[in-house]
């Protein structure tokens, strides 16, 4: 059930893009004669007056289809309500639209979970949680530290309750090698000091073995009111789409080192049950990051993407014509098969790297 969950909540986000399009389209009354939900067999299909309406059995993509090019259409080549016929505006608003569509649903989804379910948020306490001692030989294991103690204190620094906290113990452990530091432990209702002496590792800084963690609780926090829910919202909004814009200019900015850290489908599905297994809830915030990444990728200036035509359309109004046809055939053909072949390498890779598959070849 979770990992129908997951498809489910990746289809409905390529419905919203896909809608967006169709919609901007349709008010603005251009011909639209496709709309389609997924690729591959038909498994539903319903002719309208003008558009056929399909969902198709691989729930990993979508179109929305136009008759400029379609050679079984009826509509005469020089009709003005062809997309192809429209100023340059009227089809960027079409083309973006699935972009903005995204954006807003992501939005909407972040305000209905901080109205519903709440946000998940930490109450941090004051110290440092050790969540695990490494090893029988390392120095935390020597001088008797153990896991689930709470680092009030370290070479004198009380260690607040913040966010902080962890760096801090770090940064201290770190820059005193081969020193005596003194620790103040708390263990359960018992506090006393610990004197330990972190290793030197191979870089020259101070270990201590031990793997730490921020002490406090989850909690979730909700919106007092409707109008709260919107403007916390907001702000959740704001601070993914930050994080996520960042993570893709690392991306671009060094990525021989962090491309195997680009996800496909398999792996967006693995993520997304996993999710639904331990924490429904949280099924909107991932819900709203996808949809915000597909968003930014979208708009990206690569041919077979939404930011590739809108690259062709900057072009046409820059030269006051369009590029030649066969020449943006060219480019986009060439790019849906790069890409057809990234989201197969994805897809093969990620599978390769499931729990389930790496057994079967043990």
């Known amino acids: 059930m979770s990992v129908l969950a997951a498809i489910a909540v990746l289809a409905m986000l390529i419905f919203v893009h896909e809608l967006g399009h169709f919609m901007a389209a349709r008010l603005q009354g251009i011909h639209v004669n496709r709309f389609s939900i997924g690729f591959g067999p038909i498994l539903w299909k319903?002719?309208?007056p003008e558009t056929e309406y399909a969902i198709r059995g691989i729930p990993l993509g979508g179109y929305v289809g136009f008759p400029d090019d379609d050679p079984e259409s009826e509509i005469p080549p020089d009709d003005p309500n062809l997309l192809r016929n429209r100023p340059i505006l009227d089809r960027a608003i079409v083309i973006s639209a699935g972009v903005i569509a995204n954006l807003i649903f992501a939005y909407l989804l972040l305000v209905g979970q901080v109205a519903t379910v709440?946000?998940?948020?930490f109450d941090y306490q004051p110290g440092v949680k050790i969540a695990q001692v490494m090893s029988e030989e390392t120095a935390a294991h020597r001088a008797g530290i153990q896991a689930e103690d709470i680092i009030l204190q370290a070479d004198g620094e009380e260690l607040g309750a913040s966010a902080q906290a962890v760096r801090s113990l770090m940064e201290i452990i770190q820059t005193?090698?081969?020193?005596?530091?003194?620790?103040?432990?708390?263990?359960?209702?018992?506090?006393?000091?610990v004197p330990i002496s972190p290793e030197r590792d191979d870089s020259g800084k101070g270990i201590i073995g031990v793997q730490l963690a921020p002490h406090g609780t989850l909690i979730r926090h909700r919106a007092e009111s409707i109008p709260a829910a919107f403007g916390e919202g907001a702000v959740e909004f704001q601070r993914i789409t930050v994080l996520t814009v960042q993570g893709f200019g690392q991306l671009i900015r060094n990525f021989?080192?962090?491309?195997?850290q680009v996800s496909g489908p398999v792996?967006?599905?693995?993520?997304?049950a996993n999710i639904a297994k331990s924490d429904a809830g949280n099924l909107?915030?991932?819900a709203a990051l996808i949809s915000i990444n597909l968003a930014i990728i979208n708009i990206l200036p690569l041919p077979a993407l939404d930011g590739g035509q809108l690259a062709f359309l900057l072009i046409?109004?820059?030269?006051?014509?369009p590029l030649p046809t066969h020449i943006q055939d060219g480019v986009m053909q060439t790019g849906l098969m790069l890409l057809l072949g990234l989201g197969i390498f994805?897809?093969?890779r990620d599978t390769a790297n499931l729990g389930w598959v790496q057994q079967l070849f043990q």
């Open 346 to 348: 994805l897809i093969v």
């Open 46 to 48: 319903y002719q309208g």
């Open 267 to 272: 792996a967006i599905v693995a993520i997304g």
């Open 256 to 260: 021989r080192e962090t491309a195997d």
């Open 316 to 321: 046409e109004g820059l030269r006051g014509k």
């Open 176 to 193: 005193h090698p081969e020193q005596v530091l003194e620790l103040q432990v708390q263990r359960q209702d018992e506090t006393f000091r």
């Open 284 to 286: 909107f915030r991932f």
């Open 118 to 121: 709440g946000v998940q948020d």
